[in-house]
């Protein structure tokens, strides 16, 4: 410890201290928007943290280093984007960063929100300007001015599948002649989005742009067997991490930090081990499965007599204000269990670079069918961490199980197999170092902003080239 304080004093390192606090600045930005893109899944956020956030957070300029050329034949057309609502959550963030990126390249873009609060809000109002700031036309999303601009788009890009209830609550009769000019980008896979009143017109759209295989897959099946409807030509679109991430990321003196700091704050010393699991707490998100499964290793630990360092479970997501429940049942757990000094509870918080310097193994333990795709599994992997994951959904696209971490079983089955491997990570220091090694080049080679800006581009072309053939 003293010899990490006494390098920090010195005035050579300390310009290195303050453009790591700049870094760190901005990265709380990115992460504001990652963390709100995982979470989005499940359920769409609290808007009220988001309308906290929204005076304060600068929109992200994102995929720098995404060659521009590639969209050159977007240069003269006109994109209208159609969002369900307008917050710093994950499914509207996404469709502004894909907006900018249009801005870029010289497309004429424009914004409409389809549910806006009764309301005016103050948070709204401030995320329209930056918006517009930027370029993009902001539109009201009905009427006869919004029909015409919708007849005159070349493309309409419809954000998350509610979206769906805005075609026929304002296009009426047109809708036939609109939907061929329709890319429709699909971020949910809970069941209640199946639902005829949302995507009766999904078959006759141009295309639709998923997450994950396996979300486009769970679509698929879905679709054709609960609603009788077929799903358009479809385009699976892998997220990627923000180059401010990876700044961080790939900066060891500001994971040594930032390292240092939770630690000190967690209470945990720099050899101790840490498992941790960052999501929001619910139990689609698996935290009470995973403190079972912490449980059951520190119990395995102790039957075998192992020599490993001190363990500890780390739960990033907390919120003792929302669902209650479940909060409490993870707090009595360890409590009775007698394992309340080796767990931690950590507040919900957009800044989650920190915590993946911080600790040694993601666990995602996303249930049922998973996540459709888990942001935090290529966040952790860029911090050079090992994933314990569940072998569902997005997570088995990104993990290679016993390569890049080993993946467990959903429910309670996989209970005794995460606790083995959180042994294995334990016991075996080589294993797990190697593994947390071979996640980083698996995602500089597939999961970075500039791969899923390249494959946006590919499916842009497409549907332009479909809807519009006499344009190209
Ligand atoms: C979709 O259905 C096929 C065949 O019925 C099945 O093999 C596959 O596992 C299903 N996929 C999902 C994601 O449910
Ligand atoms: C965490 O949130 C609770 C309320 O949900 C609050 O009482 C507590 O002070 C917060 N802890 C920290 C460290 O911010
Ligand atoms: C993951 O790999 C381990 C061996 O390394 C194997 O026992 C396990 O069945 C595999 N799990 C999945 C889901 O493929």
Redesign the pocket.
């Known amino acids: 410890m003293a010899k990490y304080a006494s390098t920090w004093i010195s005035p050579h390192k300390s310009k290195r201290l303050l453009l790591l606090l700049f870094v760190f600045s901005i990265f709380v930005i990115a992460i504001l928007f990652l963390w709100s893109s995982l979470n989005y899944c499940y359920y769409r956020r609290h808007a009220g943290i988001a309308s906290a956030m929204a005076d304060r957070a600068v929109i992200p300029t994102s995929y720098s280093s995404f060659d521009k050329n590639r969209l050159g034949f977007m240069r003269s057309k006109f994109v209208l984007l159609v969002s369900h609502e307008l917050s710093l959550s994950g499914g509207p963030l996404l469709l502004m960063e894909l907006a900018f990126l249009l801005r870029n390249v010289g497309t004429e873009v424009a914004w409409m929100t389809y549910q806006k609060p009764a309301e005016d809000s103050e948070a709204i109002y401030s995320l329209e300007h930056k918006i517009l700031d930027r370029g993009v036309q902001v539109l009201p999303s009905s009427g006869q001015d919004a029909v015409n601009t919708v007849l005159k788009s070349d493309m309409i890009i419809l954000n998350t599948a509610v979206t769906g209830k805005w075609l026929e609550a304002v296009l009426k009769e047109h809708i036939t002649e609109v939907l061929p000019k329709i890319l429709w980008w699909i971020h949910e896979m809970r069941g209640h989005y199946f639902k005829l009143d949302y995507v009766k017109h999904l078959p006759y759209v141009a295309g639709a742009m998923i997450d994950s295989h396996s979300t486009a897959e769970y679509w698929k099946n879905r679709t054709s067997e609960r609603l009788g409807i077929a799903m358009p030509s479809t385009y699976v679109v892998h997220l990627g991490n923000s180059k401010e991430l990876m700044e961080v990321a790939e900066d060891a003196v500001a994971r040594r930090v930032l390292r240092e700091h939770i630690r000190e704050s967690l209470g945990v010393h720099n050899e101790d081990l840490l498992f941790a699991i960052i999501n929001s707490v619910s139990r689609g998100k698996g935290q009470d499965l995973f403190l079972q499964s912490f449980y059951e290793s520190l119990k395995l630990v102790h039957i075998k007599k192992l020599q490993v360092p001190a363990m500890h479970a780390v739960i990033v997501g907390s919120d003792m204000s929302g669902h209650t429940k479940l909060e409490m049942e993870l707090r009595t757990f360890a409590v009775k269990q007698g394992i309340k000094d080796r767990v931690h509870f950590v507040n919900k918080t957009l800044t989650v670079a920190p915590f993946l310097a911080a600790i040694d193994v993601l666990v995602q333990n996303s249930q049922a069918r998973g996540e459709c795709f888990g942001r935090i599994t290529i966040e952790a992997m860029a911090f050079q961490l090992p994933v314990l994951g569940t ?1 569902a959904g997005g997570t088995t696209e990104i993990v290679i ?2 390569s890049t971490g ?2 467990h079983p959903t429910g309670k089955e996989g209970i005794p197999i995460l606790a083995q491997n959180m042994v294995k990570l334990a016991t075996q220091v080589e294993t797990r170092l190697t593994m947390g090694k071979k996640g980083f080049p698996r995602v500089m080679e597939r999961f970075m902003e500039h791969h899923m800006a390249e494959r946006i581009a590919s499916v842009l072309e497409e549907v332009l080239h479909k809807s519009n053939p006499r344009s190209s």
């Open positions: 072998s199980n016993g080993l993946l």
